[in-house]
């Protein structure tokens, strides 16, 4: 992970190095985010896998610079709230039929670095292609659940909070790193884009679970 982040601050340094002029500009949008697990049973080997999808809000400024021609390349920084609701039932302390209601939330930080080509559609409008790479370093991720037992007449309630780094059940590398790709068509000063997310890595660190991340995202960005 120090060599990715190296590669990350480098290619920053070097591309502000090689031009005295940058264009800044500021984004927000929405990024819903899948997050895949895999789990493999030692005992018979058979793979089950889930999913859950995380509703995401991004806000964030990039820098463009030029390459070459029309090629350019952007180094970003954004900051992304995930956040996610889940109910349910079934077997919870031995109990069936018990109810399950969670509410999770992670913080994360997106560090995008990304090579886009344009071209002029007007004088005023303009149509690019992006790709590339980026970190994402989480800040905190939790969960909140609440559990209800109707057994015997008498229910039973049982509050709790997890933290997904760090604490059981559920432990998550803060690091990933996601290919990253898309379109931004601009007009003037204003723009709208979308594109996709695949993460690369595997974030739990659990040898016998899987997980891994991919999601659309779409926004609007002003360049100044």
């Known amino acids: 992970m120090k060599r990715i982040f190296a590669f990350f ?14 264009q800044l500009s500021i984004r927000a949008g929405y990024a ?3 997050w895949k697990t895999s789990y493999t049973a ?14 995401g809000l991004f806000v964030g400024a990039h820098y463009n610079f030029g390459l070459t021609g029309d090629l350019k390349m952007s180094v970003g920084v954004q900051y992304r709230y995930n ?14 039929g018990a109810n399950f209601e969670g509410k999770s939330t992670q913080s994360v930080i997106d560090m995008p670095v990304l090579v886009n080509y344009g071209l002029d559609l007007t004088e005023a409008m303009r149509l690019s ?21 109707d057994a015997l007449g008498k229910s039973a309630v049982e509050e709790g909070e997890y933290k997904w780094y760090g604490d059981s059940p559920l432990t998550y590398s803060r690091l990933n790193l996601s290919a990253t790709f898309g379109l931004n068509l601009t007009y003037m ?18 040898k016998d679970n899987k997980v891994t991340t991919k999601g659309y995202f779409v926004g609007l960005g002003y360049t100044f």
Do not use: C, Q, R
């Open 83 to 96: 956040f996610h609701k889940e109910t349910g039932s079934g077997n919870f302390f031995g109990v069936m």
């Open 42 to 55: 030692t005992s018979t080997g058979i793979t089950d896998t889930s999913s859950a999808n995380l509703n």
């Open 129 to 149: 292609i992006f790709a590339g790479s980026t970190l994402n370093l989480a800040l905190a991720g939790k969960t909140k659940y609440t559990i209800t037992i």
């Open 189 to 206: 000063h204003f723009g709208i884009f979308g594109g996709y997310n695949m993460g690369l890595l595997d974030i739990d660190v659990d």
């Open 32 to 34: 819903p985010e899948t």
């Open 9 to 22: 601050a480098v290619a920053a340094a070097m591309i502000a190095a090689e031009n005295s002029y940058a």
